[in-house]
């Protein structure tokens, strides 16, 4: 029954005395081959129920108990096959209860050599002894000196096992008691941490809502000075331009030809008033535009921009504001088509302001801008070969009334670059900055193509 390989025992099951006999040599051949205590008495119970059933539908087995090894885990069984004296029709026997295969790894009824066969197996541990065939061999030949016991001495055992079992399943009913009121414990701390961290974050909450409305005051506050800083600026700057541009005028008019010749230190003193108010007048103008562009009260006219006609308009007018002949002014053809959908004026006003800046602060060397497409977007570019800016200071430049801290003798108001950052932040664009000190800076207009 166990096909080529030869049985560790073979039994005979034909009375109800019998059931108690296949239960003690199903033990003691678990015992040998290496099974734990706990699986000995499974197999054995699971052996007594099938026996008993069998004895009762088939009047009697043939029973044999087998170590195979089977390559399906790798690892060794002890097998049991139980073989009814008469044959039983396909599907007749069933287990009557799911407990006897829970007992065992497999339980099964198959055809074998033309018998209907009962068989189970239970997986030998791995730390067991190695059952090669010399070890089978020794095995057969102890269990067959063995003498079974009676029924009563197995039954005794099995009384033995039954209240060791208790026993255990006692001790873990006690550790369960303990188990749980450990649980018990744990909740009630869970459950008062729980509410003390509820109480703290709805506390958290309330702090979290309070610093929201002062956040929200300080914002309206915020914007509210910001409006009035920029009233301010554009008042007086709209007060100042009137009075300034009177004083250039009279200076003008003092130097004159046709008027009183002066001295040579009136003439010098007059040059000095009119070179301060044309500066003043410059910071003006800036303070104005700044204050409009704060205020938002500037609108793009968008419409098709030809970056070759801008090109080509302040290459001519700033060559010639360009007073040191050691710098020259590089103006690249834009290549075609040219094209990009923004303001006119307020994009020639930020190359204006990037150039000039350029030719302002380069004491030697060049000032180029060129333009290039990428994609849907234009990225037009001033570099400079002047002194460079250091790189924690690169952001600062576009605050207000900055300037960077230098021995040159060119100084400016500082608001001309944050006023470019904004139009072309208007204009759905970026300004950038990369520089380093020694090789100059590189100012990029990045704008869309089209209107954003």
């Known amino acids: 029954m166990t096909g080529a390989v030869e049985p560790l025992l073979l039994m005979a099951l034909r009375v109800e005395q019998d059931i108690f006999l296949i239960r003690q040599r199903g033990r003691e051949v678990a015992a040998a081959v290496g099974l734990e205590h706990q699986d000995q008495v499974r197999l054995a119970t699971a052996l007594s129920e099938v026996a008993r059933d069998l004895l009762h539908a088939a009047a009697g087995a043939d029973v044999a108990f087998g170590a195979v090894f089977e390559a399906v885990d790798g690892r060794h069984h002890l097998r049991v096959d139980l073989a009814p004296v008469r044959p039983l029709p396909d599907g007749w026997y069933e287990p009557r209860s799911g407990a006897v295969a829970r007992l065992v790894d497999t339980l099964s009824v198959v055809g074998s050599e033309g018998d209907t066969v009962v068989r189970m197996s ?17 095995l057969r030949a102890e269990l067959g000196q063995v003498v079974p016991g009676s029924a009563l001495d197995e039954l005794a055992t099995q009384n033995a096992q039954l209240i060791a079992a208790l026993d255990e399943v006692r001790s873990q009913r006690d550790e369960l008691a303990v188990l749980n009121a450990e649980l018990e414990e744990t909740n009630r701390g869970v459950m008062a ?15 979290v809502v ?28 709209h007060e100042l331009r ?4 009177a004083i250039i ?3 003008r008019l003092l130097t004159d030809s046709a008027s009183d010749p002066l001295t040579a230190a009136q003439s010098e003193q007059i040059g000095l008033i009119r070179s301060s108010a044309t500066d003043l007048l410059t ?4 303070l104005l535009d700044l204050a409009k562009a704060e205020s938002g009260r500037i609108e793009p006219d968008w419409a098709e921009v030809d970056l070759r006609v801008v090109f080509g308009q302040l290459r001519g007018t700033l060559r010639a504001l360009s007073a040191r002949p050691e710098v020259e002014l590089v103006v690249e ?6 094209v990009v959908v923004s303001d006119e004026v307020l994009l020639a006003q930020v190359l204006r302001n990037l150039l000039h800046n350029g030719l302002k602060f380069t004491e030697r060397g060049e000032v180029r801008m060129r333009a290039e497409r990428l994609g849907d977007r234009w990225r037009l570019t001033v570099a400079d070969t002047g002194a460079g800016i250091p790189a924690e200071l690169q952001e600062r430049i576009f605050e207000e009334f900055y300037q960077v801290p230098g021995n040159t003798r060119v100084r400016g108001t500082g608001l001309g670059l944050p006023y470019a950052r904004r139009l072309v932040t208007l204009l759905g664009g970026t300004l950038e900055l990369t520089s380093e000190p020694g090789r100059g800076s590189t100012f990029t207009v990045t704008l869309p193509v089209e209107r954003a």
């Open 193 to 207: 941490l729980y509410t003390q961290l509820s109480e703290e974050l709805e506390e958290t909450n309330r702090g």
């Open 249 to 251: 005028g009279l200076g």
């Open 122 to 138: 239970r997986r030998i541990p791995a730390n067991a002894q190695a059952l090669t065939p010399e070890r089978l061999a020794e």
């Open 210 to 237: 309070a610093l929201y409305a002062e956040l929200d005051e300080k914002s309206a506050q915020l914007r509210a000075a910001s409006e009035s800083k920029s009233r301010f600026l554009a008042n007086v700057s």
């Open 333 to 338: 053809e834009p290549p075609t088509p040219a």
């Open 283 to 286: 910071l003006v103008n800036d």
């Open 242 to 245: 009137a009075p300034v541009t």
